[in-house]
């Protein structure tokens, strides 16, 4: 992997949750995603809490994604606009219940929020998440010898990325492609990653 060179076109350090707040509120419009650069522990030096950095995020739109390492002393965490159709996770789901309550969204979340209602973004996961086996793969494992045992056999967290895998697909040929391929993994009791 490339090592990442941070700038300030890249990155931001913030120590405190209102330093991170102010930075989204007026830089939340950019395409482009940054680096939240953090000191790791050990240093005694101020850092946000996973959790609270990640909800302020979803209040202006945005979502995390790699993390990283850029020294003994720093993490860095990628933060980026969410895109219109990404699906959203149910802890994700259950945060945004949370700012709601608490007043704290703000507009351009509200908006995210919006749009994933409106074109299954919001939902795209649920399944997924409950483990609920579609039909087409239970048919693709069930033709497979030794496929569904495995299968079963895989723990939830291994069935979730590869029953989310298939939810993302947008073309039916993209889903018959992926299907195919979970069922032949499974059969040969490997995972999808």
Known sequence: MAEVVLTAENSV???TLA???DWLAEHHTRRE???LVQWRRHTGRPALEYEDAVCE???WGWIDSTAGTVDADRTRLWYAPRRPRSGWSAPNKRRVERLLAEGRMQPP???AIDLARENGAWTLYDDAERL?????????LAARP???EHWDAFPPSARKVALSWLAEARRE???????????????????VR
């Open 13 to 15: 350090h913030a120590e």
């Open 19 to 21: 330093q991170w707040r």
């Open 33 to 35: 995603g940054v680096w």
């Open 57 to 59: 995020a979803l209040a």
């Open 109 to 111: 979340g509200q908006r």
């Open 132 to 140: 609920v086996l579609p039909d087409d793969l239970a048919a693709a």
């Open 146 to 148: 030794g496929a569904r």
């Open 173 to 191: 040929e993209t889903r018959v492609r992926r299907v195919l391929g979970v069922a032949e993994a499974a059969a040969r009791g490997e995972r």
